[in-house]
């Protein structure tokens, strides 16, 4: 019999509760869809780990150590040949990625923030390569070859010559063939280029092979460790990898990107299921409110506490299945969208089997149903007590709230935050430690929030009621009535809270790093340009230092040349300048001491200083990255460490003596002093053409493009939280419907004495506006709250005061509330259309 | 006051008849201070099994507080309530939910129904909650006593006023509980309908021997009842047997005095 209830119950409301399970399905789409999109990609990777090994037994690398300079040669591969056992053994070398962009026939470079772009050495030792020759020639010097697929896609022709932009510069190649990568060329939509050996350091900038690939007997293979050791064994400081452990290695890297994309899912459907909660949990509320004279006549006629509850639970728990059947297909759609979405914003996704585990399924359930579940124990609980009585009693019940165990729960939940917040600022360990504790704290200080809530609506609506007091009979109805049920209103506007309270969070976080970087660059950047590398990130050749010192029309040049050193045996980052150029185009803030002897000295960094006890005139034997050993005394600290992330500074003359390779990582410079205009647009022009992978741009430019890079962070995250606020109004709506339906007695009464259709229409709006408000209030004030911790838990590099974006922060507050107005448009028609005498008699 | 009552202790009809439910000096007090409010002081009163008894009295003259405590619907400050010899004045809330379930019946004024069940499913609720069945011959006959045979599965809201208060009533007698309950039942129904609902109760009490205590204000639905018992503010003032509307009408008029 509670089971038919249960149905009819389920029918009867179809369609309030279609309103509430909106927010399940997307929670149980985006958990699906993680997965779903997790899964397909980890196949598809899978399949290509196996394409890129297939053939090679064993891989030669140089020792990944400090102090190896890693790179093997001819004389490398011929050593292995040697090896008993060695069938055949090739060299292969691979640019850094995106530092080989060809020009498309269209003139074109290929989007960079796509799939990459990978250069190789050619080979056609066959069985190694993944590649494939399938038309015309292999690369012989100044020819390339190019996947069929992206050939296909841009138009490249065999025979033509194009224009390759490399770390060394731009290159005139000839299109020799297409190949096809492993068995049907599924690349992901990344570009697959090869080159001759016999120039790709020239091209790449690189030096000698980074990898050998090598290749066994049968009988060999059969006992690969010895093989391996025997190999390692000719050779000196490298390591030596079987097959397997590549295909892991492969496997595992592409693992944690997949990883990155699941989590961002998988956190966006938390979201969507803390909002549902609160959305479930009031709907319950009051659908079983107004059912409380129905409720109390089925325990008149003899039906206990805990048939009413099975009741309502099967009706919560039927609820959740259905979210979850619709969440199921609607993941799959979700997933298909992102894939669109991506794939409009230029980022190519790689194409994926659409994998459904039995996992995905069971969570999906689990999710959706154990989320209903939840949501709807408390208000089931409550009207499953509901008295026999209330069947006799006229008009709507109101429930008192249990406001004393709310307290209890809002303190405990208050001190546990507190402490973990103190022993997160005050711990002082790694910013990780520090930013887990902190969000800890933020989480059971946002319960005691939640908790205390009811208690809030009445002083905020209080201040509120200063503006709508002013908007006449409605207006105040409308704080009135929101005061009347605290406990609903603030549980409709908690869904609000936790929206805003994430999108203020990252607005005040954003702000301050924008505030941090603008004041690092504004005083210490006097450099007129900044040439980066934003596309491989592989840097440029020293001669480019060279070559900008050389023109007269520029001045001050000084690049920075990453690397690593040993020091007390702790291998360090270290970078060298031009301590000569330094001083006039960055002010660094050395605080103590100042620039030493080029070739002896060392300034080092004031987080290094003040957390080693370094002081100026220490000397440390440093070992450089080749071997050489220096005596490095220490003659200066710096404060800006904004630019600098190193915590050691050398002169260029450090390198150079002890022979230290490294590229220019960035490069500054200035015009020189009374120089033509026209000479130096001249000089840039010569930069842009020649150094294609890098961005020249002035010190303002670089900060414009920075903050973008937040905003487009932020945007990303706004827009996934902006569906947890659709969600949260739905919610309110939701909400309000069920109130005026609560009210219709109320509301035929305002009428009968004379409140027109409109002022009911605007009591009713302004209550959802009231709502609101206070939702993005509260909210708001989290968010600050906790964008503040987070700025506590940043290096002070990174963001050092609390910087609050007061316009954007109130246009959100101003947005909420007229959002909140559009959420009541349909519950108010609906007030505003009854019939005076129907609402009275009923 | 000018009545007299030639038993104030317990007013029966017969003193050899069988108890189906009493209450001795039973009290209920509202509130405190100033807005102390005693709904009963001291009622002592018993309602024959197999007989058709009426409660009236003016509004606030206590006759609901009565019902609703003798139901164990509601608890008294003092005294104590038998529905047959149980005494329910202290069982647990748990008890009361088996009592109501399995020796009570009810019959309201309005929201009488699951909106949501058909009337077949309404009638066997009681019995479907406590995970009996309804024997069909019996079901039957009650359906066709309350004249409902033809329009078993409609929805209460496919039903008039008065073929859902049938559907009450046959609720009530379904489950052949010792005791109904029913509070105003024609309050809600035009006369020649609520006329028609008293008559099944009555015939019920004389045809299958069921006993209904009745709380109602209307001399006319009061008259349908074997015996009727006054009450004016919380105490019982007089009682009347075989009542007619008009003298009813009479002693009414006459407790104000």
Known sequence: MIAKLTIRNLRANSGRFAMTTFGVVLAVSFVVSAFVLGDGLRRTFGDLTTDIVAGTDLEVRPLDEFGIIGSLDDDDVAAVLAVDGVVDAVGFVEAPENSVRPITPAGEEIPGAGPPQLAFSWSDAPGFSPFTLIEGEAPELGEFVIDFGSADRHGFEIGDAYTVLTGTGRHELTLSGLTRFGSDNQTLGATLMAMNANETDALFGTMGFDSIAVALTDSARADIDSAAALVGGALTDVEVLTQATIEEETAAEFNTQIDIIQSILLGFAGVSLLVSIFIIGNTFAIVLAQRTREMGLLRLVGADANQLRRGAMGEAGAIGLLASAIGIPGGIGVAAGLTALFDALGLTFPDYDIVIATRTILVALAVGVGVTLISAWWPTRNAARVPALAALRTGAAGRSETSRTRTIVAIALAAIGAACVAVGIAGGGSTTAMITMLAIGAIAIFGAVTAISPRLVGPIASAFGLVFERLGMPGRLAIRNARRQAGRTATTAAALMIGLAVVSMALVVGESVKTELGSALDESVMADYLLTDQVADAGFPTSVVEELEADPALGAVTGFRNSQMQVDDEVVDVTAASFDALPTLFDLDISEGGFGDPTSSAIVSRSLADEDSVAIGDVFAATLNNGATVDLAVSGIFDEDSLIAEDWLVDVAVYNTAGVVASETWIAFSAAAGADATAVAAAIDRIEERYPQGELETASEFQERMEGLIDQILSVLNALVALAVVIALIGIANTLALSVSERTREIGLARAVGMSRRGVRRMIRYESAVIAAFGAVLGVAMGIGFGWLMVEALPASFADALAIPSGQIITLVVIASVAGLLAALLPARRAGRMNVLDAIAS | ?257
């Open chain 2, 1 to 257: 006051m000018n009545l007299s009552l030639q038993n104030s202790t317990i007013p029966t009809l017969d003193a050899t008849a069988q108890i189906a439910a009493s209450a001795r000096s039973a009290t209920k007090v509202y509130g405190d201070g100033d807005t102390r409010v005693t709904a009963l002081d001291h009622v002592d009163v018993a309602f024959e099994a197999s007989r058709f008894t009426a409660i009236m009295g003016p509004s606030g003259s206590g006759k609901s507080t009565l019902m609703h405590c003798m139901a164990g619907l509601d608890r008294l400050s003092e005294g104590s309530v038998f529905i047959g010899s149980t005494d329910i004045t202290a069982t647990s809330e748990k008890e009361l939910t088996t009592l109501r379930r399995e020796r009570l019946g009810f019959i309201f004024q309005a929201f009488n129904l699951i909106p949501t069940l058909s009337a077949v499913e309404n009638i066997t609720l009681p019995s479907d909650l406590a995970g009996n069945r309804v024997e069909s011959a019996w079901l039957e006959h009650v359906v066709a006593t309350v004249g409902l045979a033809d329009r078993i599965d409609h929805r209460p809201n496919e039903l008039s006023g008065g073929q859902q208060q049938r559907v009450a009533v046959a609720r009530a007698l379904a489950g052949r509980p010792e005791l109904i309950f029913a509070d105003e039942p024609t309050g809600n129904l035009d006369s020649r309908t609520g006329a028609e609902i008293l008559e099944f109760m009555r015939q019920a009490v004389r045809e299958f021997g069921q006993s209904i205590v009745m709380v109602t204000h209307d001399p006319v639905a009061a008259s349908y009842a074997d015996r009727v018992v006054f009450l004016a503010d919380g105490r019982v003032v007089d009682e009347l047997i075989d009542p007619t509307p008009d003298n009813v009408l009479d002693r009414m008029r006459n407790l104000g005095d």
